[in-house]
């Protein structure tokens, strides 16, 4: 990223949606420890053009080209990412933070119920239980979640081939 930090130092951002290029990282709540520190991601990278536009269009094509340049799987790229959830799924999340995970919706930001979809989530350290954070105002996100169905179809069409129901939940707005 522009900002010149270690992904340690960048915490808030929010991936959005599930495996397709309609995925997307969603820096508005985003901050950045820069020394002792911390900003938002706007200020830090001072570039609202490379944010809503090639810093989207590379994380979304990021697993292909990993595979064109290396000429193999981005599987270990998966790997981590599932050891990172596992690891904020049985440690917690801290008091005022929270990661993004890919559960199954509760109708949260326009998806419809039970679609899984990578969400922001806290994590109950004690319980393990995962909560949707739904405080979060979505500007710039809902009009790129607002378009977005392609989960929504993929679902519909997994439901048809084994002759389950195709009734699609209402969304939720927030």
Known sequence: MKAGVRPSDVE??????????NRFPDVSHATIRKGHRTVDAYTAVNDIKYLHGPFISTTQKRGAVIIQKRKFSS?????KAAC????DWHFG???GEWVSMAVPSDGA???SLGLVFSFPVT???NTKEYSVVWHIPVDFARVKLSANYELEQERLNA???VGASDTVDS????
């Open 93 to 95: 999340t801290n008091p």
């Open 109 to 111: 930001y326009v998806t």
């Open 12 to 21: 808030k951002v929010i991936v959005w949606e599930n495996h397709s290029n």
């Open 75 to 79: 599987a270990i790229t998966a790997a």
């Open 123 to 125: 994590v109950d350290p």
């Open 159 to 161: 439901l048809r081939i």
């Open 171 to 174: 969304p939720v707005l927030v």
């Open 84 to 87: 990172d959830h596992m690891h």
